[in-house]
């Protein structure tokens, strides 16, 4: 069974910054595609962005050249750093594999706010 383990979640202002981390499996963590998700009140889990196992990215429109996806293959740790956060950035942030099989960690909650 996939393991995640998302924290670093809080509360921060408009314009801050997060690292948001993944524990996770080391087979997943060296050997398969990854991905950020976000899920916001009352709407539908949305990805925010992947990485490959050889380290190329993709981002989400609403998220390009705010956040950045990384990888530590000796920590077993998938990342997301956000800059710049804005209030519609608030969510509940998951990591999964980039094509997910059902089983979800429990997230961490990222709230935007003044």
């Known amino acids: 069974q996939d393991q995640f383990v998302e924290s670093g979640g809080g509360l921060v202002q408009p314009g801050g910054s997060l690292t948001l981390s993944c524990a996770t499996s080391?087979?997943?963590?060296?050997?398969?595609?990854m991905a950020w998700y976000r899920q916001a009140p009352g709407n539908q889990r949305e990805l925010v962005g992947t990485?490959?196992?050889?380290?190329?990215?993709t981002y989400a429109d609403f998220v390009k050249g705010r956040f950045t996806i990384s990888r530590n293959i000796d920590q077993n740790t998938i990342y997301l750093q956000m800059n710049n956060l804005l209030p519609e950035d608030t969510a509940v942030y998951y990591c999964?594999?980039?094509?997910?099989?059902?089983?979800w960690g429990q997230g961490t909650q990222v709230t935007v706010s003044p």
């Open positions: 999964n594999r980039d094509q997910p099989r059902g089983f």
């Open positions: 080391t087979i997943l963590a060296k050997y398969r595609n």
């Open positions: 990485i490959t196992v050889g380290g190329d990215k």
